[in-house]
């Protein structure tokens, strides 16, 4: 695809995503990282649904779905003005504006925004530390990227729940020191966890993220999948990685 500088911005760059689509990016604020892509891995879009994509950044996850799935039309929700600026620039750069919109807007007012029981499918790369837990990053736009500023796991799932459709699907990647609570809040609101992926980064390691999906109005019982590891040795990834990439 030829990229011209219309929808380019100074000081940001252009990433292939290796299948036939880019992403704008501007390493000033915020770029996407592996959890994006293995939860657009993680997610099932069937044919005709419509998606949400909560904290949508970049807006790599819905054009991730668009390229992999047979879903309807994905929508990307974002708060902070100029990133949201900068995702709709990258759907009109990939010619996308059929099948993706962003919005602007905050994730606490989705169901305003969108009506409830408007989408068959969630997803959301929500923030994973508590307030000051770890340490905040100076620049603003890391910043609320990486830890609870504008939101709450609660605002996140709270949301979810509002705007999925009875029987819709919820997928969320955290942090696996937060699984209890993430179990106990997507229960309140009648998500009931479904299936689940721990994240490795050597075979040798503990967890440090977790594939969630949670269908809304679900029976209580969950499947566990076998573990994802990241890396074979440093730089190196697995064969499963590099499927998830499309490079294999």
């Known amino acids: 695809m030829k990229i011209t500088n219309d929808f380019v911005k100074e000081n940001e760059r252009v990433d292939d995503l290796q299948n036939g689509y880019s992403i704008i990016q501007d390493p000033e604020k915020f770029c996407f990282g592996i959890d994006a892509v293995l939860l657009s891995g993680f997610a099932k879009v069937k044919k005709g649904e419509n998606v949400l994509d909560m904290g949508t950044g970049t807006g790599i996850i819905p054009v991730l779905l668009s390229a992999k799935t047979e879903g309807e039309f994905f929508t990307g929700l974002e708060i902070q003005s100029e990133c949201a600026e900068m995702a709709q620039r990258s759907v009109a ?3 996308l504006e059929d099948r993706v919109k962003i919005v602007q807007g905050d994730i606490k007012e989705a169901a305003d925004i969108f009506g409830a029981a408007s989408f068959d499918v969630v ?3 929500p923030p994973y530390m508590i307030g000051q837990h770890g340490l905040t990053n100076p620049h603003m736009p890391k910043a609320i990227a990486r830890h609870e500023i504008l ?3 609660e605002d996140v799932i709270s949301q979810g729940a509002r705007v999925l459709k009875d029987r ?3 997928y969320m990647v955290h942090r696996p020191f937060r699984l209890v609570e ?3 809040v997507m229960t309140k609101y009648k998500l009931e966890p479904k299936r689940m ?3 490795y980064p050597y075979v040798d390691r503990e967890p440090n993220m977790v ?3 949670a269908l809304k109005g679900g029976n209580s019982r969950i499947q566990v999948e076998p573990p994802l590891v990241v890396y074979e040795k440093p730089g190196v990834y697995t064969k499963t990685i590099l499927e ?3 490079k294999v």
């Open 93 to 95: 750069m990939n010619q």
């Open 244 to 246: 998830i990439y499309g």
């Open 123 to 125: 997803t959301c790369n």
């Open 211 to 213: 594939l969630i999906e």
């Open 197 to 199: 992926r721990l994240v």
């Open 168 to 170: 819709g699907r919820f």
């Open 151 to 153: 939101c709450t796991l």
């Open 182 to 184: 993430i179990m106990n």
